[in-house]
């Protein structure tokens, strides 16, 4: 039989930080480094994702993948 998976995750207001504040990007950069092993690691056919702040995060995290 074949699976089909379906994903979901709150990422907690991924947004890209102000470039200035290097401890927030360094956090920025590091929660998208774990989205990316996870979902890697899950392999989910579909993925839904709650409080991702902007367009802009989100294309950070597609171009991650």
């Given amino acids: 039989m074949d699976s089909f998976t379906v994903t979901t995750w709150n990422v907690e207001n991924l947004m890209q930080p102000d470039a200035g504040d290097a401890d927030k990007v360094d ?18 056919d579909v993925i839904g994702l ?16």
């Fill in 27 to 44: 956090t920025y950069q590091q929660k998208l480094s774990l989205l990316v092993r996870v979902i890697g690691q899950l392999n989910p």
């Fill in 50 to 65: 709650q409080e991702v702040g902007s367009e802009a995060a989100l294309l950070d995290l597609k171009q991650a993948l």
